[in-house]
């Protein structure tokens, strides 16, 4: 069973940035997803990576400003987020699956799905004033 643990999150102005980080006991896996959960709201995700072709989906809110990267030598996965917004704040998890990044239509627009084998803990970032 692989691990992973999330750290980075923490309290920031809206407008700041934060780099979270995720450390697998291994990244040999189809996809590696970044997701968030808001109080009262079901988890969303953020960014996925096919390991495969190196692909890297963003959800629209945070293209732009988050950025997604891996390194397979240490077995980590990055989450840089700049221009945070109140609207940031959750509990943010990585996630890993045997298969590619999924994707989910509603309404015409396609959504990272949340089923994945494997989460970690969460961390949680909060944007305030």
């Known amino acids: 069973q692989v691990q992973l643990v999330e750290s980075g999150g923490g309290l920031v102005q809206p407008g700041g940035s934060l780099r979270l980080s995720c450390t697998a006991s291994?990244?040999?896996?189809?996809?590696i997803g970044w997701f968030r959960q808001a109080p009262g709201k079901e988890r969303e995700g953020v960014s996925c990576?096919?390991?495969?072709?190196?692909?890297?989906y963003y959800e629209h809110s945070v293209t732009g400003r988050f950025t997604m990267s891996r390194d397979n030598v240490k077995n980590m996965v990055y989450l840089q987020m700049n221009s945070l917004k109140l609207e940031d704040t959750a509990v943010y998890y990585c996630?890993?699956?045997?298969?590619?990044?999924?994707?989910?239509?509603?309404?015409?627009?396609?959504?990272?799905?949340?089923?994945?084998?494997?989460w970690g803990q969460g961390t949680q970032v909060t944007v305030s004033s």
């Open positions: 996630a890993i699956d045997v298969r590619p990044c999924q994707y989910v239509r509603y309404g015409g627009t396609y959504y990272l799905s949340t089923d994945f084998g494997s």
């Open positions: 291994s990244l040999d896996y189809s996809a």
């Open positions: 990576i096919t390991s495969s072709d190196g692909s890297t």
